[in-house]
Every structure is written in structure tokens, then in C-alpha cells.
């Protein structure tokens, strides 16, 4: 009971680590916080169940179309409606994005309706492996691994790669980004895209590990938030650890103290996150030298 | 190489440049000198197209070509580099990281491990904190950092925002060395300072800026003859009377 609810609760937080990492990514960049960043996921996850059930298109084909749909809808989004807001505060690019969120959620009330849907995925919720005497869903199995692998293709990206490099220089400095030549507008847009396609795979494991409707997102949004927190807003891993935990937490307590009150745990991480440490779990500090 | 005419540079309503022109040949050290809040930073961000639709008016010239106008990241590819005021360095990205940013815009790999090596061997320290947070350097080391992460784009010219600004007489002696050094080995100076006397004991020549209006320019020699410069900017007095006090206010002649 006890390994197989962690199993389950991993898997589950896992989803949380994926979400709240595109929110840090942003957050880091532009100080914003995308509200709009589950109904984005949500969308993109439409869009991959439209190809398959509608165009019979593929699982992988699927996958990569929304892959491309994720990255433009991202980028998009920040060069028309964000880049255009005449000297911006953080403030109003925030309410821009809660602006977006309920024009997302909208859309696809209005183009899927309300009905619950499930989401084609070429690993079943039924059938289970059985690992060291520990029986887990074959799709727990499958979301636990995606989200590890896609952590670790970004954490490369960020270490390795130079625009990774770029974008965390542009993170840290703008002003000497741009004095090394570097775009930072473009590097913006980037942020965007990446961000909104690391959302787009939360989606589709959300909606694989449960159902596909227009508000299957606002929990889990909640629930990374709380993540993001736990990683002091700023730390890539410690977010991920954040979510990691805080998907095993719930799950134990909905499945030892009260199911009712699972969700409420998010919050009470929050709170207790802000009043202990807020700066993070893993935050590391340096000293600023005048 | 340089030619800045008669550009204006305002910040909303206020103008903080008020018709600029200099001129800087290729070969040399040039200095702007000035007193806090005369316009040096601002020169240096207009020149290297950082404040958005600015210079207001005028031109700038750089290697026959127009630059006004131009974004930070064209202007880096023609050849200008900027150390910024205060350092800047990126303070959670490895040293290593820094120096490599400065090489951002450029593709060939061999000649960005000889600049690599260039500036180790002008501060060996830096490849004794290679996999260290820029953050954590001393302030000296984070200036040569700055230094070198400019040398890395391989700049044809170097624009410096006071290098010596915080540091130690000794390691304010040994960066204007090393600029020296920079400077023998082909690339032109435009060395921004506070502190004249070091300034003009290595510059060819210089520019006293005052309320964003050129005041004096001339070779360090005559600027050191120079009564205002030297009452103003070098704190030297010559009219004392016995008593250590100054007899007569003296009135700079530009006013
Ligand atoms: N972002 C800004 N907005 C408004 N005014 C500014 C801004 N930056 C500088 N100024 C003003 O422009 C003038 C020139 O500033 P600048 O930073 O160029 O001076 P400086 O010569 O570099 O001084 P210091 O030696 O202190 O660095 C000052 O009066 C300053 O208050
Ligand atoms: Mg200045």
C-alpha cells in the first residue's frame, strides 16, 4: 500500500514538477507569473486528441505536431500580447496572462464542450509492471520516466547549449546579455516557446494519468504553483524535488488521513514553505560584491 | 575610427547629452573624464545603442559606417565591446560561463580559444576560479572578468566605464597595466574614468566632459598644464596662502 501510493503520488507529482518548471522558466526570465500556463497545456493536449481521435493522425505524429503547436502558441503568445503592452509593469503582464487563461478556457469550452474525454495513449492505465515486488500502473511507469528524461534534456540545455547558457545570462543581467550581443527579445520568445512545450507534455500525461475536460488543469496548476514555491520561484531543481514531493505527500494523505482534504495539502505547503523558508529548498545564495 | 557628432541623448524630458562630438583614432587610448552625473555612462550607452531611440540627435561613426540607430547586437559584431560600469558580470553563471558569453555572436571556435587564452594569460586568477559563480569573485576579480568576457568579442574597440571604480590603488595600478597591455597589442581604448591622474598618465589623449557638454580635449600633457583640470580633477591647488586656505575662489573658465 505504502510503495504503491508513493508510486502513484510520484507519478502524479511528477506531472507538478513538469508544470511548475515552464512557470519558473518564465518567472526567472521576465519576473512574470503565466497564469495562463495550464490552459495553454490544456489546449495543446486538445490539439494532440483532435489529431488522433479527427485526423487519425499517429500517437507520434501527434505528439510531434503538438509539439510544434506548443512552441508557436508560446511564442506567439508573448510577441502579440505581451511584447505590445506599452511600458509594462509586472502587474499588467500578469493580468495579461489571466486575461489569456480565460480566453483559452473559453476556446475549448466552446470548440470540445464540457464532456470529459480520454486521451489516446499508447500505454495503458490498466495493466501494470511489477518491479522489485512493487506492482505500478504501466502509464505511472511511463510518466515517471518521460518527466525524468525531459528534466534531464533540459537541465542539458540549460548547462550545455549556448543559447541554454544565453538564456540563463539573460535571466541574470539583460543589460550585459544585450552588451554581449546577445538578442534578448528573441531569447524572450524563446523562453515562451519552451516553456509552453514543457507544458504541453504536463498536459498530455495529466490527461493520460486521468481525464481530458476544459478545467482538468486548474488543480494541477494550483498544485505546481505550490511546487514552484517549493523551489523558491527561481530553482530549476528544487522545483522539480518540490513537485516531486508534493505529489507523494497528497497521495499519502488522501490515502492515509482524508481523502476529502487531499487537495487542500497544496496549501498548507504554501503557507508553510513562505513561513520556514522561502527563499526554497534548494536555493543557493551568493553574495552580491558593491 | 570613432567619430561621435553633435549627438543629444535624453532620458525622457531631460537631456543628459547636449551636443557631443569626439573622435577616436585607431591605435589609441582615449580617456573621457568628468565629475559624477556629467554624461560619461550615458556617451558610452548611446555609442553602443542601448538606450532605445537614442542618440536624439547627431551621428556616430564607427570604421566609415553609420552605427546611430543600430542595435546593441549589430554594433558588437562590428567591433565595439563595452565593460560596463559597476562590472555586470553574470553573477550565477560559472566564470568559465562569463567569458564564453563575450564569444556569444561568434562562430569561429579556433579563434575563440586564442582570445580564450589571451585573457587567461592577462588574468591567470580567472582560470583559477574557472568553475566558480561570477557572483562569488572578489570585486577586483569580477572587473578583470568583465574585462576579458569584452575581450572575448574580439573587439577592434574597447570601451571601458571606470575599471577602477572600488578596487585598491595596487590592483587599480595593475588593471591600467594590463589595459595598456590590451591597447600594445592592437585594439583602441575609449577609457571612461573619475580617477584622472591614472587616466591621463595613460590615455593619448582626453576629453573633459562637464554637464554633458565637452568642456576641454587636448593631449594629457597640455590638460596637465591646465589650471581647471588640475584644481578640478587632479585636486592639485596653486594659489594657497600661508595659512593652507585658498585666498580667492577660483571660477572655472568654462563657466
Ligand atoms: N536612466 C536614467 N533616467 C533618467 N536620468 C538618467 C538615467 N541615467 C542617467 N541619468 C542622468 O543623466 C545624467 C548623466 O548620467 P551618467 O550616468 O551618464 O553620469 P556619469 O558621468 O557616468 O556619472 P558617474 O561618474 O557617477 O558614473 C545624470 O544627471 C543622471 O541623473
Ligand atoms: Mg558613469
Not at chain 1, 65 to 87: D, H
Amino acid at each position: 500500500m505504502l510503495g504503491q501510493l508513493i508510486v502513484s503520488g510520484l507519478a502524479v507529482g511528477a506531472c507538478y514538477s513538469l508544470l511548475a518548471l515552464a512557470m519558473v522558466i518564465i518567472y526567472k526570465t521576465s519576473d512574470v507569473l503565466n497564469f495562463a500556463q495550464g490552459e495553454m497545456a490544456m489546449i495543446s493536449t486538445y490539439v494532440a486528441f483532435t489529431l488522433m481521435e479527427s485526423h487519425h493522425v499517429p500517437f507520434q505524429w501527434a505528439v510531434i505536431l503538438t509539439f510544434l503547436f506548443a512552441i508557436l502558441l508560446g511564442a506567439s503568445f508573448e510577441f502579440v500580447f505581451l511584447r505590445q503592452a506599452k511600458e509594462p509593469t509586472v502587474l499588467g503582464l500578469i493580468i495579461i496572462t489571466l486575461g489569456f487563461e480565460m480566453i483559452l478556457m473559453g476556446f475549448a469550452g466552446w470548440k470540445w464542450g464540457p464532456d470529459q474525454r480520454s486521451l489516446d495513449f499508447p500505454v495503458s492505465n490498466i495493466e501494470t509492471y511489477n518491479l522489485f515486488g512493487l506492482v505500478m500502473s504501466k502509464i505511472n511507469f511511463w510518466t515517471i520516466v518521460i518527466s525524468l528524461v525531459l528534466m534531464f534534456i533540459l537541465f542539458l540545455f540549460f548547462r550545455y547549449t549556448k543559447v541554454g547558457v544565453a538564456m540563463r545570462a539573460t535571466q541574470q543581467n539583460q543589460l550585459a546579455a544585450r552588451v554581449m550581443g546577445i538578442r534578448t527579445k528573441w531569447i524572450l520568445s524563446f523562453t515562451w516557446a519552451i516553456s509552453s512545450m514543457v507544458g504541453a507534455v504536463a498536459g498530455m500525461l495529466i490527461a493520460a494519468l486521468g481525464v481530458l475536460d476544459p478545467t482538468m488543469m486548474m488543480d494541477p496548476l494550483l498544485k505546481s504553483f505550490a511546487s514552484a514555491v517549493l523551489g523558491g520561484m527561481t530553482s530549476l531543481p528544487g522545483t522539480a524535488v518540490g513537485g516531486a514531493m508534493l505529489g507523494i505527500i497528497e497521495n499519502l494523505f488522501g490515502g492515509y488521513v482524508s481523502l476529502a482534504f487531499k487537495s487542500v495539502v497544496a496549501f498548507a505547503v504554501i503557507v508553510l514553505m513562505l513561513c520556514i523558508k522561502p527563499s526554497g529548498l534548494l536555493a543557493k545564495h551568493y553574495v552580491k560584491k558593491v | 575610427m570613432l567619430k561621435v557628432k553633435n549627438i543629444e541623448t535624453l532620458y525622457g524630458l531631460i537631456m543628459a547629452i547636449r551636443g557631443v562630438s569626439l573622435e577616436v583614432q585607431e591605435g589609441q587610448i582615449a580617456a573621457i573624464l568628468g565629475a559624477n552625473g556629467a554624461g560619461k555612462t550615458t556617451i558610452l550607452k548611446t555609442i553602443m545603442g542601448l538606450l532605445e531611440d537614442q542618440p536624439d540627435k547627431g551621428t556616430i561613426e564607427f570604421l566609415g559606417k553609420r552605427i546611430d540607430g543600430k542595435d546593441a547586437e549589430e554594433i558588437v559584431h562590428l567591433g565595439i565591446s563595452y565593460v560596463p560600469e559597476g562590472r555586470e558580470v553574470f553573477p550565477e553563471l560559472s566564470v568559465d560561463e562569463n567569458l564564453r558569453m563575450g564569444a556569444y555572436t561568434r562562430r569561429d571556435k579556433k579563434g575563440i580559444k586564442e582570445d580564450y587564452d589571451r585573457v587567461i594569460s592577462h588574468f591567470p586568477v580567472l582560470s583559477e576560479r574557472k568553475n566558480q559563480w561570477a557572483g562569488t569573485l572578489s570585486g577586483g576579480e569580477q572587473q578583470m572578468l568583465a574585462i576579458g568576457r569584452a575581450l572575448m568579442t574580439r573587439p577592434k574597440l574597447l570601451m571601458m566605464d571606470e575599471p577602477s571604480l572600488g578596487l585598491s590603488p595596487i590592483l587599480v595600478k595593475e588593471i591600467f597595466g594590463i589595459t595598456k597591455m590590451i591597447n600594445a597589442e592592437g585594439t583602441t581604448i575609449l577609457l571612461v574614468e573619475q580617477n584622472a591622474k591614472m587616466a591621463l598618465k595613460i590615455s593619448s589623449y582626453a576629453f573633459v566632459l562637464e554637464n554633458g557638454r565637452i568642456v576641454a580635449a587636448n593631449t594629457p600633457d597640455i590638460l596637465l598644464q591646465d589650471e581647471d583640470v588640475k584644481e578640478f580633477y587632479l585636486g592639485i591647488r596653486s594659489e594657497e596662502s600661508v595659512k593652507g586656505y585658498q585666498r580667492w575662489k577660483k571660477k572655472k573658465r568654462w563657466r
